[in-house]
C-alpha cells in the first residue's frame, strides 16, 4: 500500500512563497503521474498540479503561473514550490497519484495558512 508524507506548510504573509515536500513509500514510484491536492475550510478536496512519468505538468487554473510542481525519482519526493501566495490559498495540501479516490489511501496533508 502506498504512503505519503506531506511537510512543509505554515504560516506565511501575501505575496511569499512555500515549498512543499511529499515523500512516497511505493516501489513504483516513479511510474505514477502524481499530484498536489488542496481542501479548504469547508469546502471539497480539488487537485492543483499534476505532473507524470514522463515530467509533464499541469495546473489548475487558479494556480498556473504561481506554482510548480517537480519530482526527484531517486528521492521518490515531489515538491511543490508555491509562490506569490494569497489568502484563498489557504488550505490543507496533500499529495497522491493523479485520480487518488477519497477511499484511496491518504497522507495527513501539511497546513499553509496565508494571512496578514
Known amino acids: 500500500q502506498v504512503q505519503f508524507v506531506e511537510s512543509g506548510g505554515g504560516l506565511v504573509q501575501p505575496g511569499e512563497s512555500l515549498t512543499l515536500s511529499c515523500v512516497v513509500d511505493g516501489s513504483a514510484f516513479s511510474t505514477y503521474a502524481m499530484a498536489w491536492y488542496r481542501q479548504a475550510p469547508g469546502k471539497g478536496r480539488e487537485s492543483v498540479a499534476i505532473?507524470?512519468?514522463?515530467?509533464?505538468?499541469n495546473y489548475a487554473a487558479s494556480v498556473k503561473g504561481r506554482f510548480t510542481i517537480s519530482r526527484d525519482n531517486a528521492k521518490n519526493t515531489v515538491y511543490l514550490q508555491m509562490n506569490s501566495l494569497q489568502p484563498e490559498d489557504t488550505a490543507v495540501y496533500f499529495c497522491?497519484?493523479?485520480?487518488?479516490?477519497?477511499?484511496?489511501?491518504w497522507g495527513q496533508g501539511t497546513q499553509v495558512t496565508v494571512s496578514s
Open positions: 505532473i507524470n512519468n514522463e515530467y509533464s505538468t
Open positions: 497522491n497519484q493523479f485520480g487518488a479516490s477519497l477511499v484511496s489511501p
